[in-house]
């Protein structure tokens, strides 16, 4: 057994070094070697522990629940962003960026050990089954739901198209209501948007494969609504904002620039660099457009806020981003899940890193945060996080408000960019200088 284990992460091993290392002269000479042989005592070390557990611990072990914790501890020991993904974690992951699923078409929480519906997606099986806001899931197929988790619960919900699923529904005093619904493909919203009389807001959610495409269709949709001469400009809200994929990233930058760099990565191997730029044609037809950000506002969101900041496309309003600049590639291992690790930094246009710093704001407001909330809405950001990368631009910040009050009249971020797109507030940073910007 101990020879079968050592193999197995021998092999996980070679798999990774063969995807970041193909240089003929890092296989060369004693040191060489000597690195070699130490490496494999290490394994070698490894193949005693896991023996040493299996024979004399006091309950029996599950061996592949060891050999992926030490997998999974062998990645977290680089940064927080490098991890391990369990072959279920991979399949969750890929529904996370394709933003299409099989399932009901709900977005629900959790509410005294019951799932609370937020509110029923429109056109989606569970809009069209009757399913309200405020309706509480209390059996899902005749099983009940307290003491399952938010996540157990949704992915029972989950499941291949056109299979039905029983709901009982407490709706109000009045009896439980048994509802079918057939699951159908959902698409995850990404991009939300309405017209503030004549400013055109856009709030993206996360960076899925269905971000862009969403964000040309809301750019559409405000213009039909608001007349040209009418359309003050836009604002897209980034607040708490985790990221997602990079492409989608570049995309949406791109849909305000006209050319010029968007962002650039830069692994550990500099010839393995990247350099992504603008394509012509901005969607928006120069309309100005101010970004809000708040400390939940990270990776994706940070590279966006920064090449529109740079290139003096945008007005940047709110509180410091999360600081996350390092960028995640996944690598498939067959049937045995994927490798999330950090394989490069990203920098802005202005050559800038953000790591562990974040985007500053051109304007900063800061929320009115209720009593009970204070202490308890700021994001700890990415330079608190232990093991993360150190910053290489400037002191490193931590994190910092990521409040949005629920009612809209009481989001002073929101209504602040209003208020300037409108030209009822005045600020020297809008609009920007377009000759301040960046070499293109």
Known sequence: MRRTSILLLGMLLGGAAGFVVSQPALITGDAIAAGKSDTYRQLNLFGDVFERVKSDYVEEPDDAALVESAINGMLTS??????????????????????????????????????????????????????????????????PVKGLTLAEAVEKMRGRVNTPIELTIQR??????????????????????????????????QFNEQTFENLKLAIEKLEQEIPADRLKGFIIDLRNNPG?????????SDTFLDRGEIVSTRGRNLDESQRYNARSG??????????????????????????????????????????????Q????????????????RYYTPSGRSIQATGIEPDIVVEQDVPEELRGQTTSRGEASLRGHLESQDGEEQGGSSAYIPPDK??????????????????????PPDPNASVPN
């Open 78 to 143: 680089l940064d927080p962003h490098s991890s391990y993904l369990s072959p279920k974690d991979y399949r969750d992951m890929q529904v996370q960026t394709r933003g299409e699923f099989g399932g009901l078409g709900i977005e629900v929480t959790m509410e005294d050990g019951l799932v609370k519906v937020v509110t029923p997606i429109d056109d989606t099986p569970a809009a069209r089954a009757g399913i309200l806001p405020g309706d509480l899931i209390t059996h899902l197929d005749g099983e």
């Open 172 to 205: 109000g005093e009045g009896e439980p209501l048994k509802i079918t619904v057939v699951r159908d493909i959902i698409q995850i919203r990404a991009v939300r948007f309405n017209s503030e009389d004549d400013v055109g807001y856009i709030r993206i959610t």
């Open 244 to 252: 997602g994929l990079l492409d989608q990233a570049i995309a949406v």
């Open 282 to 327: 901005d969607l928006t037809k120069g309309k100005p457009v101010i970004v809000l950000i708040n400390g939940g506002s990270a990776s994706a969101s940070e590279i966006v806020a920064g090449a529109l900041q740079d290139h003096r496309r945008a007005t940047i309003v709110g509180t410091r981003s999360f600081g996350k600049g390092s960028v």
């Open 329 to 344: 590639t996944i690598i498939p291992l067959g049937s045995n899940g994927a490798l999330r690790l950090t394989t490069a």
């Open 409 to 430: 009249a009481d989001d002073k971020q929101l209504n602040y960019a209003l208020d300037l797109l409108r030209g009822v507030q005045v600020h020297s940073s809008f």
